[in-house]
């Protein structure tokens, strides 16, 4: 069972937009903090963005003013609102789910973005 499905990636200039959109199931995105993770060449997945059912987000402080997470509860999807991309965004982002206890963790099979000129 296919449980996290991310599309939107690609190739955008530096300072363009994108837009990364994550289908969970229904039980998940009720019931699950959803958030995006990014992993670079060498470097560690890092988390980009969460956000839990209640709608509290949060942000990495390298995207804050520039990345929007949110959702829409009738399509059971969050979206990743990328905007002033930097060559430094590039990397693989993943849709995440996770519950604290039992800890429970889906992931999407990720979406390549690249920010080059």
């Known amino acids: 069972q296919v449980q996290l499905v991310e599309s939107g990636g690609g190739l955008v200039q530096p300072g363009g937009s994108l837009r990364l959109s994550c289908a969970a199931s229904r039980t998940i995105f009720s019931m699950y903090t959803m958030g995006w993770y990014r992993q670079a060449p060498g470097k560690r997945r890092e988390l980009v963005a969460a956000?839990?059912?209640?709608?509290?987000?949060t942000y990495a402080d390298s995207v804050k003013g520039r990345f929007t997470i949110s959702r829409d509860n009738a399509k059971n999807t969050v979206y990743l609102q990328m905007n002033s991309l930097k060559p430094e965004d590039t990397a693989v982002y993943y849709c995440?789910?996770?519950?604290?206890?039992?800890?429970?963790?889906?992931w999407g099979q990720g979406t390549q973005v690249t920010v080059s000129s």
């Open positions: 956000m839990l059912s209640g709608g509290t987000t």
């Open positions: 995440n789910a996770e519950k604290a206890w039992p800890k429970t963790t889906y």
